[in-house]
């Protein structure tokens, strides 16, 4: 027969179960933190990829164990024609992103010219 344990002896067998969790989380951790030291340039190219072209990221669908066409690029490529019309709406945002802080810019100096203008400038007496 069992015979049932004490509250300490509960305790230690917990504290020693915790433990060897600790230590299979700690290596599955550790291979996982490897694994990105390892490709860190191809998740960071694939990364940067993916903010640049959002509608570029495949959608595999699991289960069937065929990947299937699902976005957008893949399609247009797989049909032999591509919409250029798609494509510029997928850049416009970007562009829109990257001019932005030089449209500012420009619109708060012009500002700023048209006001010390109005202010300080010389009107000629005659």
């Given amino acids: 027969m069992r015979r049932r344990q004490t509250p300490k ?3 230690l067998a917990e504290k020693e179960r915790l433990r060897l969790e600790c230590e299979r989380f700690e290596k599955g951790f550790s291979k996982d933190l490897s694994y990105i030291q390892e490709n860190m340039g191809s998740i ?3 990364s940067i990829r993916s903010l640049i072209f ?5 959608q595999k669908e699991i289960g069937k164990g065929i ?3 699902t976005t957008r690029r893949e399609a247009e490529t797989a049909s032999g024609h591509t919409n250029y019309a798609g494509i510029i709406s997928d850049l416009v ?3 829109w992103n990257i ?3 030089f449209i500012l810019t420009w619109s708060v100096r012009k500002a700023q010219s048209l006001i010390r203008n109005l202010l300080f400038s010389k009107k000629k007496v005659k």
């Fill in 9 to 11: 002896e509960k305790l």
């Fill in 44 to 46: 960071a190219f694939s």
């Fill in 54 to 58: 959002p509608s570029a990221r495949p």
């Fill in 67 to 69: 990947s299937q066409i």
């Fill in 93 to 95: 945002p970007m562009a």
């Fill in 99 to 101: 001019s932005k802080p």
